[in-house]
């Protein structure tokens, strides 16, 4: 290396490292690792709150699907006849027994809000539902998990310091 970037208190110039220097180079060292250790924890909390987003993102979207699907089953509905509108009643309200609709007018009723129709509905919601509970909830783990391994590390971190300091200076 040339002698240029040897500077007083480099490691490479053990001539000039008095205690002083190499009390703050250890210090440094010591600087080093806690920001390394604190950009890899702000990386894992970026990483965990990306895990939440999406989860929460999924959650949002199956819950529009099941809202649709409520809307779908709860509310009345009308049907354009070639002649008129035909109000029809909610699925889940219709009163007649067997089929969805009786004969008639009623058929392009039953037609409109097929079951089928609906259960997809609620079957496309299910997934999203699964998946964004399950990463939401794990990057909530990962950041609380972080959160408590990063405590520990400062607590061993200061425990350290501490009997550097009552070994330099025993009272």
Known sequence: ??????????????AWNTPYDLRRSQQDGQTMRTSH??????????????QQSWGAGLIAVSATLF????????????????????????PVFHGSEGAAYSQGAERLCSAERDWPELLTIGLLAVPPAIVGAALFTSGSARKRASSHVFRILEMQESEERARRKTRRNPE
């Open 1 to 14: 290396m040339p002698a240029a970037f040897i500077g007083h208190g480099s490691p490479m110039n053990a």
């Open 37 to 50: 250790a604190r950009t890899a924890r702000q990386e894992f909390d970026r990483w965990a709150g990306r």
């Open 67 to 90: 809202l649709w699907l409520g809307y779908m089953l709860l509310v009345p509905f009308g049907v354009h006849d070639s002649r008129d509108e035909i109000a029809c009643d909610a």
